[in-house]
């Protein structure tokens, strides 16, 4: 009889603690700012963009590939809130994936259908979305900035990530063999540093590294000359921009929006870190006049939870209202 109670006892305790669990898991969720998270969020998709581009089958649930152009490919992943796209850029010697999304899907095994040659990853910066399949590649290359090796070198535990695979954070199943129990990103070790006008060689094609802090610290971009476009990761995609994390420099993103205006003539679209792999470059002029202005204390925002959304035609800007001057 004392054994049984005591099992009792053991089964009550073990259902308070999931419950316990349960309920900080959706309090997580609540957290999250409507203006940052809209409900049903996905009932928007797909975005017009994606019937003008040419979608390639690749037989993979998790992801949708679609190619720009000769030898560039965008790798989207729809179903989950961030909806990250990576790149892969094929040269005639060697290829790099820029980004490597939430590592929610088998990012390797897409690259490996498109791309025969050498494959590297270069991070356009180092947040989460962008570094979760880092690990299935050996060759990794990121900025020379302390806080991107940091994030890369301590990678992300189950808890923190749990957040992006619960709620309304998706609205499909995630892909077979995935567990969400145990996931995590693993740490890596960038095995290349690139600076402020490195060149990457791709053979007959290749990628200038261009710095764009300000999203943060370690935040580039990456301009394909040749064919006139530039990979932005999360310096413009056009969503709302996240100018609010702790990481932000909100004068740094404009200087280095500015930086990006003035060599607006080598470029004509905008491949971005989300939402839209193909955007006009004719933005840029425009996302840099939208942060002077809210700096000089534009006052049509709405505001939740001390972050603020400004509206703009395109894209829209999140800051924290404690950044703005009064
Ligand atoms: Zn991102």
């Not at 017009?48 to 998790?62: A, D």
């Not at 990012?107 to 494959?119: A, D, E, G, R, Y």
């Not at 990103?185 to 540093?193: F, G, H, K, N, R």
Request: include cysteine; charged fraction near 25%; glycine fraction near 6%.
């Amino acid at each position: 009889m004392r054994q049984v109670r005591k099992s009792w006892g053991l089964i009550l305790a073990l259902l308070v603690l999931i419950s316990c669990v349960t309920e900080k898991k959706q309090s997580d969720t609540e957290k999250t700012s409507e203006l940052i998270q809209p409900q049903k969020w996905w009932e928007k998709l797909p975005r017009p963009v994606y019937t003008t581009l040419e979608k390639v089958e690749i037989g993979q649930e998790w992801f949708e590939v679609y190619k720009l152009f000769e030898a560039t490919y965008a790798i989207y992943e729809p179903y989950q809130f961030e909806e990250a796209i990576s790149y892969l850029v094929i040269g005639n010697d060697k290829a790099v994936v820029i980004d490597t999304g939430t590592g929610i899907g088998d990012l390797k095994q897409v690259v490996s259908k498109l791309n025969s040659h050498p494959v590297s990853v270069v991070n356009t910066h180092g947040h989460w979305d962008h570094i979760g399949n880092n690990h299935q590649f050996k060759e990794i290359a990121c900025y020379n900035d302390s806080a991107c090796l940091d994030r890369l070198r301590s990678g992300m535990n189950n808890d923190s990530l749990q957040r992006s695979v619960t709620g309304d954070s998706l609205w499909k199943p995630l892909p077979e063999g995935f567990d969400p129990a145990t996931w995590e990103i693993p740490p890596v070790t960038p095995t290349a540093l690139l600076e402020e006008g490195d060149t990457i060689e791709l053979g007959r094609r290749s990628l200038e590294v261009i710095h764009t802090p300000g999203h943060s610290p370690g935040s580039m971009c990456l301009l394909d000359k040749k064919n006139r476009i530039l990979f932005t990761g999360d310096t413009f995609f056009p969503g709302p921009l996240y100018a609010y994390p702790e990481d932000v420099d909100i004068k740094d993103y404009l200087a280095s929006i500015d930086k990006l205006e003035e060599r607006l003539n080598e470029y004509d679209h905008l491949c971005s870190g989300h939402n839209d792999p193909w955007v006009k470059s004719e933005v840029i002029p425009r996302v840099a006049a939208a942060f002077r202005e809210i700096m000089a204390g534009r006052d049509e925002y709405n505001e939740d939870q001390g972050i603020r959304r400004y509206y703009f035609d395109g894209f829209d800007i999140l800051v924290r209202a404690d950044m703005i001057k009064k």
